[in-house]
């Protein structure tokens, strides 16, 4: 990740510093000590990509994730090991999505907010 002296300034990561065939894997061992870590992780894409743009706003932040497709799911135990409690605002400005939460899916269109 690119950083800057200023508390301000918008910090970039990438996983195009890493060969395409190790990307995976390296998402992966960031996710695993996320703020938001994740138990399941998959992709069909054989490109797999992410960028990440975040921007300090005080006490919140905003983060700018473009990745590909994939499937993501956490668990009781991602809940319980995750350091700070936290709200996530998703929205998906590009493709459909879906979201499941105690057995109720719901499924999300370009625009649509969920709070977390």
């Known amino acids: 990740m690119t950083t800057s002296f200023s508390p301000y300034a918008v910090q970039h990561w990438s996983t195009k510093i890493v060969p395409a065939s ?9 996710m695993s000590t ?4 994740v138990t ?5 894409s054989a490109d797999f ?13 905003s983060l ?7 499937r993501s799911r956490r668990t009781r135990l991602d809940v319980q090991r995750t350091q700070q ?15 499941t939460h105690n057995g109720l899916t719901q ?3 370009p625009g649509d907010l969920v709070l977390v």
């Open 34 to 37: 996320a703020l938001w870590p």
């Open 85 to 99: 409690r936290s709200y996530h605002l998703f929205v998906s400005c590009r493709s459909s999505w879906g979201l």
């Open 107 to 109: 499924e999300l269109r």
């Open 22 to 30: 190790m990307r995976f894997d390296y998402w992966m061992s960031i």
């Open 40 to 44: 399941d992780y998959s992709t069909e």
């Open 64 to 70: 700018l994730e473009t990745i590909c497709a994939h």
């Open 49 to 61: 990509a992410v960028e990440l743009q975040e921007a300090p706003l005080g006490c919140m932040s």
